[in-house]
């Protein structure tokens, strides 16, 4: 089974700008969970998606958004870059969230200059 | 508010030593606790989760609801051990969401 991937792997971006991050979930799992991990923070929940719904949402501003598509795929959105947003964005997924197992991507990570 | 706390930025131990990563936790409900474990240039994965009761990789952890934790065991530690290790809370409610702790580094030197 092909695992959780994610694209790009690497992007720069500038101030300003906005990113938009995909992420295809192993095949058969229609929940996809999204995480910010940086030196200060850690790893912090930004949202869940299950069969096209928001299932829940983290504490982040509302330029973080994100969708989920019918194949399950999933794509999450940061407009109006900041600095403070470079980090490395992991998706996961599990064939339901909640308490299930999460199985992670190797992650999308963004520089802000 | 739920809150993960692992106390150890870095555990460094000789191998064969006994490794106890700490984890405590905040939260007034039913919590489901894990282990996640990430070695070198690999995926973040599941190591183990309170509710299975067993012991993966010889590493064992009991939820303590007294104490408000769930420590990581390992009687003798082995070098391809050294990875960063996650403890993470779920609430039982199926909230949708994973809260980690910090992470701890584990170095296991020859």
């Known amino acids: 089974k092909a695992g959780v991937t994610q694209t790009p792997r690497y992007l720069i971006k500038t101030r300003g700008q906005q990113v938009t991050l995909s992420c295809s979930p192993i095949?058969?799992?229609?929940?996809v969970s999204w995480y910010q991990q940086t030196p200060g923070q850690g790893l912090q929940f930004l949202f869940e998606y299950f069969s096209e719904t928001q299932r829940n949402k983290g504490n982040f501003p509302g330029r973080f958004s994100g969708r989920q598509f019918s194949n399950s795929r999933s794509e999450m959105n940061v407009s109006t870059l900041e600095l403070g947003d470079s980090a490395l964005y992991l998706c996961?997924?599990?064939?339901?969230?909640?308490?299930?197992?999460?199985?992670f991507g190797e992650g999308s990570r963004l520089t802000v200059l | 508010a739920q809150r993960v706390t692992q106390p150890e930025k870095l555990l460094s131990v000789f191998k064969g030593a006994p490794v106890e990563l700490k984890c405590n936790y905040s939260y007034s409900g039913s919590p489901e606790l894990f282990w996640y474990v990430q070695y070198s240039r690999q995926r973040l994965q599941l190591l183990l989760r309170h509710i299975s009761r067993e012991s993966i990789k010889g590493f064992t952890a009991d939820l303590n609801k007294g104490e408000t934790s769930f420590h990581l065991k390992k009687p003798f530690a082995q070098e391809e051990d050294s990875a960063m290790y996650y403890c993470?809370?779920?609430?039982?409610?199926?909230?949708?969401?994973?809260?980690f702790g910090s992470g701890t580094r584990l170095l296991v030197r020859p």
């Open positions: 095949s058969g799992h229609r929940s």
């Open positions: 996961a997924s599990s064939s339901t969230g909640g308490s299930g197992e999460l199985f």
């Open positions: 993470a809370l779920s609430r039982m409610d199926s909230s949708y969401k994973l809260i």
